[in-house]
T-cell receptor, first 111, second 115 residues
Framework: DAKTTQPNSMESNEEEPVHLPCNHSTISGTDYIHWYRQLPSQGPEYVIHGLTSNVNNRMASLAIAEDRKSSTLILHRATLRDAAVYYCILRDPYNNNDMRFGAGTRLTVKP | GAVVSQHPSRVICKSGTSVKIECRSLDFQATTMFWYRQFPKKSLMLMATSNEGSKATYEQGVEKDKFLINHASLTLSTLTVTSAHPEDSSFYIC???????????FGPGTRLTVL
């Protein structure tokens, strides 16, 4: 299984941008890059996903390296409600289609 | 996005009893559902994958006779923890996907405490 590597924790100040990195050097050509976040005692929440091009949605932006071996989740203005564990996951919809979680990055947002 | 519910949200049971957890996709047909377990301060661990109408595929180390999974319809999957023991106490989370969506949608989780 392709794996991802993320920093264990990061801190941010409220209303500042946050860049959460993820390395996935063994990514295959059919792997999509998914980001989910989990608040305490809740199920994971979908944030964003992409394949090759950068993606934007209401929650965040996803910047994907040209060689696809790394990606960065960008929260443009962190709020206290963004404090969560962020997971970067590779998913191949054509093979197994399951989703395996790594340790993720625990984001702390300071007021 | 699509909505997945779980019931119950919290359950406490005595050691040796069985507990059933339901996972429902509320507004879409889920061809595949996944069950995860999460211990405190740890990440989610995939337990099994179930496709509607067929037997679940269990991950290595997960006892299929202890964790019974049924996916009888496109909107419902159940996980039954049989003869529960205190070490089965955990946060159980399901997710659902379909050919319509590229992402998985997760339920809110069920916290099981076995006394």
């Amino acid at each position: 299984d392709a794996k991802t590597t993320q920093p264990n924790s990061m801190e941010s100040n409220e209303e500042e941008p946050v860049h959460l990195p993820c390395n996935h050097s063994t990514i295959s050509g059919t792997d999509y890059i998914h980001w989910y976040r989990q608040l305490p005692s809740q199920g994971p929440e979908y944030v964003i996903h992409g394949l090759t091009s950068n993606v934007n949605n209401r929650m965040a932006s996803l910047a994907i390296a040209e060689d696809r071996k790394s990606s960065t989740l960008i929260l443009h203005r962190a709020t206290l409600r963004d404090a969560a564990v962020y997971y970067c996951i590779l998913r191949d919809p054509y093979n197994n289609n399951d989703m395996r979680f790594g340790a993720g990055t625990r984001l702390t947002v300071k007021p | 996005g699509a909505v997945v519910s779980q019931h119950p949200s919290r359950v406490i049971c005595k050691s040796g009893t069985s507990v059933k957890i339901e996972c429902r996709s509320l507004d879409f047909q889920a061809t595949t559902m996944f069950w995860y377990r999460q211990f405190p301060k740890k990440s989610l661990m995939l337990m099994a994958t179930s496709n509607e109408g067929s037997k679940a595929t269990y991950e290595q180390g997960v006892e299929k006779d202890k964790f019974l999974i049924n996916h009888a319809s496109l909107t419902l999957s159940t996980l039954t923890v049989t003869s529960a023991h205190p070490e089965d106490s955990s946060f159980y989370i399901c997710s659902a996907s379909s050919s319509r969506y590229n992402e998985q949608f997760f339920g809110p989780g069920t916290r099981l405490t076995v006394l």
